[in-house]
């Protein structure tokens, strides 16, 4: 079964609106951690925003914004105000910590385009 | 601060060829991790080094191998390189638990 699974593989958005990408993750650990990272055609992984699963607050970095659900395994980025520096590949992540393990696992992405 | 640096950008081998890529760590940084990326997919880890220690690997073969030296600078080598492995590899470095910062990635092409 896939740990994190972004069921959008492309999305179109016109500048200056709202975008959610969504993310949901499978685990069984208490201790985990979600992040989100931007792609751009260059290849290089942008960090954006990071979650703790015991996090009370949902996190926030900029323009950019988490929308944690627990209960449900969701983990959605919002972008607000979005700008045509936006458009990239967009990979949700976990690293789960009930065995110390420290590797992070990827979705498989999110293709973003940000329309003029 | 210079952060994550990759070397080389770009490289094209041969099948049985072996390759050596470099990474070196954002300043403060003592962890690095290795991922592969192949096209339209996203990166799955290798494994990661710690203390010029291998601490954890995730699913592939031996011929993929590292070092992490005392500078914490690191290598990955690939032995008898199969046309599967063209990807793009990914160094990530972190604080020993902390969030992991990319590199820019080393483009491979197995000719």
């Known amino acids: 079964a896939q740990k994190i699974t972004q069921t959008q593989p492309g999305m179109f958005v016109q500048e200056k609106e709202a975008v959610t990408l969504d993310c949901t993750y499978d685990?069984?650990?208490?201790?985990?951690?979600l992040f989100w990272y931007k792609q751009p055609s260059s290849g290089e992984m942008i960090f954006l925003i990071y979650?703790?699963?015991?996090?009370?607050q949902n996190a926030t970095e900029g323009r950019y914004s988490l929308n944690f659900q627990k209960a449900r395994k969701s983990a959605n980025l919002v972008i607000s105000a979005s700008q045509l520096g936006d458009s990239a590949m967009y990979f949700c992540?976990?690293?789960?910590?009930?065995?110390?393990?420290?590797?992070?696992?990827f979705g498989k992405g999110t293709r973003l385009h940000i329309l003029p | 601060d210079a952060g994550v640096t990759q070397s080389p950008t770009h490289l094209i081998k041969t099948r049985g060829q072996q390759v050596t890529l470099r990474c070196s760590p954002k300043?403060?940084?003592?962890?690095v991790s290795w991922y592969q990326q192949a096209l339209g997919q996203g990166p799955q880890f290798i494994f990661q080094?710690?203390?010029?220690?291998?601490?954890q690997r995730g699913n592939f073969p031996d011929r993929f191998s590292g070092h992490q030296f005392p500078n914490y600078s690191s290598e990955l080598n690939v032995n008898a390189l199969l046309l599967g492995d063209s990807a793009l590899y990914l160094c990530?470095?972190?604080?020993?638990?902390?969030?992991?910062?990319f590199g820019p990635g080393t483009r491979l092409l197995v000719l």
């Open positions: 979650q703790g699963s015991y996090d009370e």
């Open positions: 300043s403060g940084h003592d962890t």
């Open positions: 080094y710690y203390e010029e220690e291998e601490r």
């Open positions: 990530a470095s972190s604080l020993s638990d902390g969030t992991q910062y």
């Open positions: 685990t069984s650990d208490q201790s985990y951690g």
């Open positions: 992540a976990m690293r789960e910590r009930g065995n110390r393990d420290d590797k992070i696992i």
